[in-house]
């Protein structure tokens, strides 16, 4: 156990929910629907951690001039099924109930630090809430909570301001290259898990403190 730590704060998806697969086949299903293409994974990666602006490099060349209804379209078609199938299909990864039981035992505070919309927030904690673990969150940052978004510190530091702890005691857990970017600008201790989007390799090029398999693996240096 590190003694100096303020506070422990977790991206969402890919870290403490296992909700990378939904977001694949969902796309599949968003693409098949609009009429597009099958799309290759960097995209559909891309789209996770950059956003909405991933969607208009979904569209084909010869499809240019369709290009804004095509999005307007996949970004209803999104909100109509993913809800459905987070609340369905995705659960917390192995581990995270006890890793949460022991880092509240020693009265750190936990928070997410995502790039989610607030308005998608609620069915993304869905997980969290079924085990009673919504209540351990000292803190929830959404896209909307900070001028720029990952791989820009300015959601890390929102957070730190919002527990009023200092970033450069604060532990950062992320599974993309973008996590381990913001949480190194922001000055915090950054932890890469192999449970979401990127390997070790492409993990290990940002030089975060620690790689591990996945949170679980967290839980020795907590336990008292």
Request: contains cysteine; glycine residues 6%.
């Amino acid at each position: 156990m590190i003694p100096t730590i303020q506070s422990v704060m977790f991206d969402l998806d890919g870290t403490l929910i296992d909700s990378v697969p939904v977001y694949f086949r969902s796309m599949e299903i968003i693409t098949e629907t609009v009429g597009l293409p099958p799309v290759p994974r960097s995209l559909t990666s891309e789209f996770m951690t950059r956003g909405l602006d991933a969607l208009g490099k979904m569209v084909p060349a010869e499809m240019q001039d369709q290009k804004e209804e095509l999005i307007e379209e996949m970004v209803a078609v999104g909100r109509s099924i993913v809800r459905k199938m987070f609340r369905e299909k995705v659960d917390l990864f192995p581990g995270v109930e006890r890793l949460f039981t022991a880092i509240t035992e020693r009265k750190i505070p936990i928070a997410v630090v995502s790039s989610t919309e607030w308005r998608y927030m609620e069915g993304k904690l869905y997980p969290l809430e079924r085990k009673g673990l919504r209540s351990a969150l000292a803190a929830i940052i959404g896209i909307e909570d900070a001028p720029r978004r990952k791989p820009a510190p300015d959601p890390l530091i929102a957070c730190s301001r919002r527990l009023s702890v200092s970033p450069c005691h604060c532990i950062y857990v992320g599974d993309s290259h973008v996590d381990i970017q913001a949480g190194r600008a922001a000055g915090m201790i950054t932890v890469g898990v192999l449970t979401g989007l990127d390997d070790r390799e492409t993990l290990k090029r940002e030089k975060p403190n620690m790689i591990i398999e996945s949170v679980k693996d967290l839980i020795p240096f907590f336990v008292k």
